[in-house]
C-alpha cells in the first residue's frame, strides 16, 4: 500500500500543477495580438500597445496584405504560431471579419472586436454592411479598376477619424490600405466567436460602421459589450479605455 502511494503521488501532483496552471491562463493571458482594419494598419494602435506593454503584457500586431479574407487570416496565423501560449486576438473593423476566421486557432483563447465586424458562417462582411443605412460621412468608394477600395479623401476625417486632430486624419489618409472588394464579398467557413469567450466595443459615433450594426453583432456573438462615445477610430481616441477591455479579456472579466 505505501508502495503504491509512493508511486501514485507524483502524479497526482503533476495533475494538480497541471490543472492550477491552466486555470491560471484561462484568466490571467499575457499575450495579445491585434488585427488592424481596412484603410488603416497597425501603426494607429501605438499608444495601446504602449499600455498594455507597461503592464506586462506581450503584444503582437499583424500586418494584414488587405488582399484577401483567406491572405489576411494567414497573415495573422503566421504570428499566432509563434506566441507562446494562449491568446488575446483583438480586431478592428474589418479585423473583426478576419479574427471571427483565425480566432478558432488553438492558441486564441478570447476575442475582442473594437467597432468591428463579427460574420456567421456563411455569411460575408457585405451582408452585414448591407443592414443599415450608411451615414452621410461615409467615404467608402466602389472599387477601383484594380478592383481595390479606398476611402474618400474629403470624407476621411469626418467618416473615419472625427475625433483626432485633422492633421493625424490627413496622415491616416495617405497611409491608408486599400483593400480588395472581393474581401468583403467572401464568405467566413468559421466563426471562432461561436466557442470562444467574446468582449466587443461600440463607438457610438462611428460614421463608418453603423453603430446599429455594430449592437446587433455583438448581441447575436453573445459578446461582452462596451460603449465609447468616439468615431471609428476609437482605438487612438480612447486607447486608454480600449486597453481597459482588452486587458479585461485577459483576465477574463
Request: proline share 6%; aromatic share 10%.
Amino acid at each position: 500500500m505505501k508502495k503504491l502511494i509512493h508511486l501514485t503521488l507524483p502524479f497526482f501532483s503533476l495533475l494538480i500543477i497541471s490543472v492550477m496552471t491552466n486555470a491560471q491562463t484561462a484568466t490571467n493571458i499575457k499575450n495579445i495580438v491585434i488585427v488592424h482594419g481596412a484603410f488603416a494598419d497597425g501603426s494607429g494602435w501605438q499608444s495601446v500597445y504602449e499600455m498594455l506593454t507597461k503592464h506586462g503584457y506581450q503584444v503582437t500586431i499583424v500586418q494584414n496584405p488587405l488582399s484577401s479574407l483567406n491572405d489576411d487570416v494567414a497573415a495573422t496565423n503566421r504570428i499566432l504560431d509563434k506566441q507562446d501560449g494562449p491568446v488575446v486576438l483583438v480586431g478592428h473593423s474589418w479585423g473583426g471579419s478576419v479574427i471571427s476566421q483565425a480566432g478558432v486557432h488553438p492558441k486564441v483563447a478570447a476575442l475582442v472586436y473594437v467597432a468591428a465586424f463579427v460574420p456567421d458562417v456563411n455569411e460575408t462582411t457585405f451582408d452585414l454592411i448591407k443592414t443599415a443605412p450608411p451615414a452621410p460621412e461615409n467615404g467608402i468608394l466602389p472599387p477601383d479598376e484594380k478592383g481595390f477600395v479606398y476611402y474618400d479623401k474629403q470624407k476621411f476625417h469626418a467618416g473615419f477619424a472625427a475625433d483626432l486632430p485633422k492633421e493625424k486624419a490627413d496622415f491616416m489618409y495617405a497611409s491608408q490600405g486599400p483593400i480588395a472588394a472581393q474581401s468583403f464579398v467572401t464568405p467566413l467557413t468559421q466563426a471562432a466567436w461561436k466557442t470562444k469567450p467574446s468582449f466587443a466595443i461600440v463607438a457610438s459615433e462611428d460614421k463608418s460602421i453603423n453603430p446599429d450594426i455594430e449592437r446587433f453583432m455583438y448581441k447575436r456573438a453573445g459578446a461582452k459589450v462596451t460603449e465609447l462615445h468616439g468615431s471609428h477610430a476609437i482605438y487612438i481616441s480612447k486607447a486608454k479605455e480600449v486597453a481597459e477591455v482588452i486587458e479585461g479579456a485577459a483576465k477574463g472579466k
